[in-house]
């Protein structure tokens, strides 16, 4: 009732030195399917204070900006990114993994790994870095299934940011607040079943020290996101196929014994390339 008073008294009406009009509005009622406090999508790991000032400011010393940073296709929106191991090649969400790129991921890098026990076997060979600006953001999306492995992980430098994650097949969503220096792990069901993206603009909600809600203005903001590709391969042992997508992903197909006696190829589409297998 008292929005409806505030709404009524309030909407279209000018407000301040200017006269700006005052536009407003309110929910009528809350939805059913809303993450609660500290309810972060299942695989969705956030580590906090991960890194010190120190490590944080080796890590932006090793970026250099220039004019040749800025993408300026459609989706990027002038954002400045840096590639490293393996160019991200944004149009078909893939590497090229026969062009590895002369610029390696920062041997500073190497620190952060050490302080992941869960993930113990994650050895990334692309970096992706974004500098952001208050103001940008990037449209929610999936990182291709069949090009990177699972996990991925997101370290947010210099500011921090709320990042909206959906669920395509229920219509949950979650917002979380990446602090600066925290370290984000999308694993199983948050990386492969949920999109995650950042509203374009100038300031987030956030929960302040007292538990009230604040407003928090962004600032200039670096992503380091690490992915490992999919090493794919094929192997035949007796009758079946191996199809090995990673070092821990395997599937097996058992070949027909008419099959396994005579001349066969076997073709599948993978991270944008077709493979081929012939016996």
Excluded at 169 to 194: A, F
Aim: charged share 20%.
């Amino acid at each position: 009732k008292d929005a409806e008073i505030a709404y009524e008294k309030l909407n279209g009406k000018p407000l301040g030195q200017n006269s700006v009009p005052l536009l407003m509005c309110y929910c009528s009622k809350i939805p059913q399917e809303i993450c609660h406090e500290n309810q972060l999508p299942p695989g969705l790991i956030l580590h906090e204070d991960f890194i010190d000032e120190k490590l944080e400011e080796r890590l932006i010393a090793t970026l250099k900006w220039s004019s040749n940073n800025i993408d300026e296709n459609d989706q990027l929106k002038h954002r400045q990114v840096q590639h490293f191991g393996y160019e991200f090649i944004y149009g078909k969400n893939s590497v090229d993994c026969n062009s590895p790129l002369e610029q390696k991921i920062p041997e500073a890098c190497n620190q952060l790994w050490k302080n992941l026990p869960q993930f113990p076997n994650f050895h990334p060979d692309q970096l992706t870095v974004n500098r952001y600006e208050a103001g940008h953001g990037i449209p929610s999306h999936c990182d291709t299934h069949s090009c990177f492995e699972d996990p991925i992980m997101s370290l947010s430098l210099s500011a921090s940011i709320v990042m909206e994650f959906k669920d395509p097949e229920n219509g949950r969503h979650c917002s979380v607040l990446l602090p600066r220096r925290s370290l984000l792990i999308m694993s199983g069901e948050s990386r492969y079943g949920w999109t995650h993206g950042i509203t374009p603009k100038m300031s987030d909600i956030v929960k302040g020290k007292n538990g009230f809600l604040t407003i928090q203005r962004r600032q200039l903001r670096h992503s380091f996101t690490f992915r490992k590709w999919v090493d794919l391969c094929f192997k035949v042992q007796y009758n079946f196929l191996i199809f090995q997508a990673s070092t821990t992903t395997k599937m097996w197909l058992q070949l027909p014994t008419p099959l396994w006696s005579s001349n066969w190829q076997i073709s599948c589409l993978w991270a944008g390339s077709w493979w081929e297998y012939r016996s």
